[in-house]
């Protein structure tokens, strides 16, 4: 409660540029899948491709792991980890340096404004070398809700 609070305060305080300012990002799992039918595995060809085969529907084993961090204007930066890595403080510094390349890229005045950033509090997040690398940067990090 105490976080929808500070956010509705900060808004009637700063209005919409308080939400210009705001990047978040999450991590999900990616699975790869393969077509059902003849006319979805056709879809995928060449015309002038020989044999059509018609394909199964198979989930695969192979996840991937995304970071995706957008703003209010969409996405900033899709980042995909390699296949058997697991994200850890290191890895999360190394993508939070491409976000704030991707924000210099696509969203410029943003990181003069300063950014707000709105993560949840997972150990990578919360860790040392990452608070350092945020705080180096200039970010405010808000609370993320419960």
Not at 93 to 107: S, V
């Given at each position: 409660m105490a976080c929808a609070l500070d956010f509705l305060d900060r808004y009637h305080k700063e209005g919409d540029q308080f939400l210009e300012r705001i990047v978040t990002?999450?991590?999900?799992?990616?699975?790869?899948?393969?077509?059902?039918?003849?006319?979805?595995?056709?879809?995928?060809?060449?015309?002038?491709s020989p044999v059509k085969v018609k394909a199964k529907r198979t989930i695969s084993t192979r996840k991937v792991m995304a970071t995706v961090f957008w703003d209010r204007h969409g996405v900033l930066l899709v980042e995909f980890m390699q296949q058997g890595t697991t994200i850890n403080a290191a890895a999360y510094c190394a993508t939070l340096t491409k976000l704030r390349r991707a924000?210099?890229?696509?969203?410029?005045?943003?990181?003069?404004?300063?950014?707000?950033?709105?993560?949840?509090?997972?150990?990578?997040?919360?860790?040392?070398?990452?608070?350092?690398?945020i705080r180096s940067f200039g970010w405010e990090q808000i609370d993320h809700p419960p």
């Amino acid at each position: 409660m105490a976080c929808a609070l500070d956010f509705l305060d900060r808004y009637h305080k700063e209005g919409d540029q308080f939400l210009e300012r705001i990047v978040t990002g999450d991590e999900t799992w990616v699975s790869h899948i393969s077509p059902e039918f003849k006319r979805q595995s056709m879809e995928w060809r060449h015309t002038n491709s020989p044999v059509k085969v018609k394909a199964k529907r198979t989930i695969s084993t192979r996840k991937v792991m995304a970071t995706v961090f957008w703003d209010r204007h969409g996405v900033l930066l899709v980042e995909f980890m390699q296949q058997g890595t697991t994200i850890n403080a290191a890895a999360y510094c190394a993508t939070l340096t491409k976000l704030r390349r991707a924000i210099q890229n696509k969203r410029r005045g943003l990181l003069t404004s300063g950014v707000l950033l709105l993560h949840d509090n997972v150990r990578p997040h919360s860790a040392i070398n990452t608070q350092n690398l945020i705080r180096s940067f200039g970010w405010e990090q808000i609370d993320h809700p419960p």
